[in-house]
Structures are given as C-alpha cells and as structure tokens.
C-alpha cells in the first residue's frame, strides 16, 4: 500500500452478501489494479451484477468491505462513490428517454463539475458545459443525434450514450455492465475498439458474455461463479485453464 | 458508429444556439403577458375573475414546478396556498397592513413548512406520496376548521386590513387595483420560475423525473433536490395564497380544502405539464366555464367539469398547452 501505482485501486475484502435467505456471495476478496481494462465472466447468477452494485453502492454487503485507492467506502452514499471517482453503466439502457442527448450530457457535467445547485442562471450561460457535451457527442458518433429525443434513437445509439453518460464523469473506475448487450457482433467490436481509445488512461471493469470481446479488450479477466471468483488471470490463462473450461465454458 | 471525424465547430454551435433559444423569449409568450395585460384595459371586462384567473395560475404553475419538472404528484398543495393566505391574513388583521412585506412573509412561511414537508416526503415516492401529501392537507385543514375562535372556522378569518400598494394604490371595489397587484407579482414569480426551469438545477429536475436511478449515478444530491423544489413550490403557493387574500381581504377553509388541492391539479392537468403556462391556460378555461356553467346551472356545474376531463382525455390527452404544439410545430413542417 506504500506506492500508490502498484496499489489496487480497488479492492473487495470478504464480501459477503445475502438477500434474504439467497446468499449470492460467501467470502469474494477481489483486487483490481490501477490501469487495468478487467473483464469479470461468468455464468447466469454467478453475482457479477450485485458485485458492480456493492461497488457503486445500490446495495450494501451484509458483512466485508469495498476499498476504492486504498480507502473503505462500504459505508458511503452512491454520490459519494461517483464523486469518489466510481462510474457505471447499466446492463439495461438507464436514459432520460424524453431528453436528448446533448441535454443529458450536459445534465451529467453539471454534476460533476458541481453546477446544478440552484440558480436563476440560464444553461445557455454554461459555455464550458456546453463545449464538453459537445465534445463528447463527437467522440461517441452522436453529434448527428445531439438534439433527437433519446427514446427515438436507435438502440446502438442508446447504448453508445449509456457509456458516454457514465465516460463524462470522468471516472478513475468506469464498471461498464455488458455494454455490448443487445448490440450485434460487429457494433459490440466497434464499441470496444473506440472503448480502448476513449478509455486508454482509465481503469475499466466490465461485465461481458461475449467471449471474443472478452478476450481481445481485456487484459485481465476474472471468472465468477456460484459467488465466488474462480481464476483471475490474463486472457491467455483463462482461455486454457482448465475449471475454466468446466464451469464456464462448458467444455 | 462511424468513426469520427465530422468537424465539431459546427455542431458545436448548434449546442449552443439549442440551448439559447430555450432561454429565448418566444413570441406565444410575448403576447401571452401582453394580452394579460391588456385586458385591464378592456373596457367593462370583469377583472375581478381576471384576477382568480391569474392567481390560480400562479398556483398551477407552483404545483407544476412539484409535477411537471420533478415527476412528484401532490394531492395536498392547497395546505400551501392556504398557509400563505392565513398567514397574510393574519399580518393584515393584526396591524401588519403593507401587502409586498406581508406576502413576502406569508410566501417564505409556506417555503419553510414546504422545506419541513419536503425533507418528510424526500424518500417517499409513487401512490405513497399521495398519501402522504393529502393526509398532510387534511391534518391542517381540520386543524384550522376546528380552532374557530383562532381562525373564524368556516366563517373565515374576518377584519383584514390591506394597505394601499406601495402607499399609493388602493385595492378598489371594481378590483382594478387588485388585478394589477395580482397580475404584477404572478407576472415576477413567473419570471423567476422561468429562470430557475432554464437552470442547470432545472436540468437536474428533469433528469430525476425521467431517471431517478440515472441521477444517483451522476452523483445528483436527489433528496436535497426534491427538499429544494419542494420549498420552492410550497412559497409559490403561499404566495398565490397570500395575494387571494389581500386582494379578497378574506381567507377562509376552503382556501386550504382537499376540494381546492384537487381543482389546481385539474387545471393543471387540463392546461398540461412541465411548460409553465399550461397551468395559466386551464385556470382560464376551468374559471371560465365554472363562471359561464355555474348561471347556467347553479347546481350541476361540477357535472360540465367531469366531462370536459372525460374528453379532455380522449383529444388532448398531454392538455392543452402540450397539445397546441404539436399542432403548431405540425403546421410549421408542412
């Protein structure tokens, strides 16, 4: 914990989480290093969503600790985890459907950057907000789209402003849930190859079933399953490790 | 998902000029204030329903601060009305006559008991939240109805003392004095909610009313946002309370009845949502007709209401405001 590069940036000690009388993890201790673009597989339940919401906050663990760089956070607000540093993204389209995009991502710098306290000020005004939003519009391919109401867009460009929402916080950790869901092969490829650029100077953890992403964006992948982490290994180790094969992927 | 390489000036700014025109003034607005306006001047018009017409209107708008921009429903935003309009009714019976000092007041009371109220209900969402809010009305209205010897029961709080405005006008019996002064005052608190509806905290509101889950993971302070706006409409609604009683020189409990919570939601349903003027328009079509129905048929006049809604419903189901867009952005694109 001395030298903050080699440190995790985050960290799940003894996780133990239950609904009710559904445990979905024991004991997960889980490590993630600063930089890395980390990929968690696994099967249907193996608790990968719940491990994304203990980290954001939705949920709370009924007993362990989640260290973001080195500091407990268990106890903290969602909110405070954003500003922390914590993005995400949701498995399942979270958008402000009647909002365009351009408005949306001005309503997320806005929070960031502090700016949406109240004030008689006119968003016009916010010429940096504005500037950014629009920025990241381009970088993401929506500039055509920026003033089209969200819920009219097409579902890969829904996707694409699920992510954007989340890139414009600028996270430390981006904990992106199956960003490719509903995507076809080809727009699940594009989105990671432009995901590697945009993303090059931030940790990510994403959720994905799509071996082939998987395998070709991550550099660190770590296999879930029935609520314990299995193996943690490059791409190249998962691939060839052998309980791997037998809970995962079923050969 | 092309790659990108299009210029971003350009879109740039659109962005910009997007949001400018937001804040831009529209001509439908212009000559909504000007026709208001005007009417004080038409001669043998019958300023004093003008006059409920627009303080209505005021309190429509305070409700849709609460619903149409931050998705909360109330059932029982009359107790705000009604707080502000005892409270003015009170500093006038009692020697505080200035009216601009008193509604200040009144409003700032109401603001303070919406603030207590927002921070109860800032968790609470959905059926619950109506609930809540109408028990709420029902608590303060039995309240004041059963303390008769502190607020004159259903008789009303009598012997309110209104000075002349700024020590020159004098609220007359033809209600001159009173539509301006009423008109004045919904006319700046408009003004301000028009600012605050621009704002990057306006943004926010309508960000949580689409997407509550989204916004906490912005980092969105939700629950003192909903506290906030809260307050906000609460002071809106006293305020409306406030220049009802100055200008009537009367409050009694209907002011705060589970009757008028249900009226301004009406009207602000009929008029439409999350546009500030819709509630302006179904006070002046609800105030209308309950004028016009009520000679025609003293009794039944609720009846004419009930069905306007039933085919509110069936042609303009976003009200009228909403509706009247479609149509003119329509007639644009052909």
Request: glycine share 10%; hydrophobic share 50%.
């Amino acid at each position: 914990m001395t030298d903050p590069q080699n440190s995790p940036i985050l960290e799940a000690r003894d996780l133990h989480m239950a609904f009710g009388g559904l445990v979905v993890f024991e004991r997960l201790n889980f490590a993630l290093g600063r930089g890395e673009r980390h990929a968690i597989i696994g099967p249907n339940g193996a608790g990968k969503t719940t491990f994304v919401s203990l980290v954001t906050g939705l949920l709370r663990p009924t007993s362990g600790d989640v260290l973001f760089d080195g500091r407990v956070i268990t106890q903290e607000t969602p909110q405070q985890r954003v500003k922390a540093g914590i993005a995400r993204t949701f498995q399942i389209n979270s958008l402000f459907k009647a909002l365009n995009p351009l408005a949306s991502l001005v309503i997320a710098l806005a929070q960031r950057d502090g700016r949406a306290n109240v004030s008689l000020r006119s968003v016009s005004r916010e010429r940096k907000l504005i500037d950014e939003a629009n920025e990241l519009l381009v970088k993401f391919g929506l500039a055509g789209d920026a003033l089209t109401v969200t819920e009219t867009l097409p579902y890969g460009k829904q996707r694409l402003l699920e992510v954007a929402l989340a890139f414009a916080l600028r996270p430390q950790l981006l904990l992106l849930d199956e960003p490719a869901a509903g995507l076809s092969t080809a727009q699940g490829h594009e989105l990671f190859r432009q995901l590697a650029v945009l993303t090059a100077d931030t940790t990510v953890l994403f959720i994905e079933h799509d071996m082939n992403l998987v395998f070709r964006y991550a550099d660190r992948v770590s296999v879930f399953a029935a609520g314990a982490l299995v193996v943690q290994g490059t791409p190249d180790q998962i691939r060839t490790h052998a309980r791997v094969r037998e809970v995962y992927l079923g050969t | 998902m092309s790659t990108i390489t299009e210029p971003a000036t350009a879109t740039r700014t659109l962005a910009n000029q997007y949001f400018a025109g937001l804040a831009r003034w529209s001509i439908w607005e212009i000559l909504f204030w000007a026709a208001l306006v005007g009417l004080f001047f038409v001669p043998d018009a019958n300023l004093p329903l003008y006059g409920q017409i627009v303080i209505w209107g005021l309190f429509a708008m305070s409700l849709d601060l609460l619903l149409g921009y931050r998705g909360i429903p109330s059932l029982g935003h009359a107790a705000f009305f009604g707080i502000g309009g005892y409270a003015a009714g009170y500093l006038g019976k009692f020697g505080w006559t200035e009216p601009i000092s008193g509604l200040v007041i009144a409003a700032l009371l109401a603001g303070i008991i919406g603030w207590l109220t927002g921070r109860l209900i800032q968790r609470v969402s959905g059926i619950a939240l109506l609930m809540v809010t109408l028990g709420l009305n029902l608590i303060l209205y039995d309240i004041v109805h059963r303390q008769s010897g502190l607020t004159g029961g259903d008789d009303g709080l009598q012997g309110i003392e209104i000075a002349p405005v700024l020590g020159l006008f004098r609220f007359d019996i033809f209600g001159r004095t009173a539509y301006l002064y009423a008109l004045a005052i919904t006319f700046v608190l408009f003004l301000v909610a028009r600012a605050l509806v621009k704002s990057p905290f306006g943004l926010a509101l309508l960000g949580a009313r689409e997407n509550p889950r989204r916004m906490i993971m912005l980092g969105a302070p939700l629950e003192r946002d909903v506290t906030t706006v809260f307050a906000i409409a609460a002071a809106f609604a006293g305020a409306a309370g406030a220049v009802l009683t100055q200008t009537t020189q009367f409050v009694s409990p209907t002011a705060l009845s589970f009757q008028r919570s249900a009226d301004v939601l009406v009207i602000l349903i009929i008029g439409g949502t999350g546009r500030l003027y819709g509630g302006f328009v179904g006070a002046f079509v609800f105030l209308f007709l309950r004028d016009w129905l009520a000679e025609l048929s003293p009794v039944y006049w609720y009846f004419w209401i009930g069905l306007l809604l039933v085919v509110m419903v069936a042609f303009f189901r976003n009200g009228i405001v909403p509706s009247l867009e479609t149509l003119v952005g329509r007639l644009r694109r052909r």
